[in-house]
């Protein structure tokens, strides 16, 4: 006898073990597309994603136990089994289903159901079901956005007006292939200060600041 259970539990506390499993359980799986037209070609399809999954089955709430096929001897009553599908149907909140010895087990919309009654079966209530897996989307409101952006702006202004106070190195040695704009560049945070290094080491250096040798040391401006 197989052990497929098929549950589905509401995290505010309901739960619906079916009773009677069902001869199929099919899962709809298919890739979205999207359609775009293209000059001169038409229409060009491209697949953005997976589709939700959709996961449907038939069976029935008995109204008596019967050992033969139901699952378990505390079956629900048929009406009261079938008011909770139609409150799940009717609420927007997910429900988690399980199938045992499935990979099912996820948040799910309890999207349809439909239910049937038959002739001399009174009390059983045979119905088919639809869910459909639940995707949470975290939508942020105009004022959250605003609020996002005012902080980013006040983080950026503060970066800006924030003084840098990296300690500047007293001396600088310089290596083959510096200029002293590059210099001032790496160790000042300005190019253009190549002409305060020059005038503190000018004796050092000598006429010409665009010649500069390797291995002399020169004095950083404060």
């Not at 259970?5 to 309901?14: A, E, F, T, Y």
């Not at 996820?106 to 869910?131: I, N, Q, R």
């Not at 200029?179 to 560049?185: E, R, V």
């Not at 000042?188 to 500069?212: C, E, M, S, T, V």
Request: net charge negative.
């Amino acid at each position: 006898m197989t052990t497929l259970d098929i549950v589905l539990i509401d995290p505010k506390g309901p739960q619906l073990h079916i009773p009677v499993n069902p001869s199929e359980i099919t899962i709809q799986r298919e890739k979205d597309i999207e359609t775009i037209t293209i000059l001169n070609r038409g229409e060009v399809d491209f697949p953005s994603g997976e589709k939700v999954k959709q996961i449907t089955f038939s069976s029935f709430f008995p109204k008596e136990y019967d050992g033969q096929y139901c699952r378990y001897p505390e079956i629900p009553d048929p009406q009261e089994a079938m008011n909770q599908l139609t409150a799940w149907n009717a609420s927007k909140t997910p429900v988690r289903l399980i199938i045992t010895d499935t990979i099912i087990n996820a948040m799910v919309l309890v999207t349809a159901h439909t239910s049937k009654f038959k002739g001399g079966e009174p009390g059983d209530v045979y119905f088919d079901l639809t869910c459909r897996v639940w995707r949470e989307v975290k939508v942020r409101t105009a004022a959250e956005s605003v609020i996002q952006s005012e902080q980013l702006d006040a983080q950026n202004i503060a970066a800006i007006e924030r003084p840098d106070t990296r300690p500047v190195p007293s001396t600088v040695v310089i290596k083959p292939g510096d200029t002293l704009w590059t210099i001032a560049k790496l160790q000042l945070g300005d190019g253009g200060r190549w002409r305060d290094i020059y005038q503190l080491n000018k004796d050092a250096i000598g006429p010409d600041p665009g010649i500069i040798q390797s291995g002399v040391e020169l004095v950083m401006p404060a």
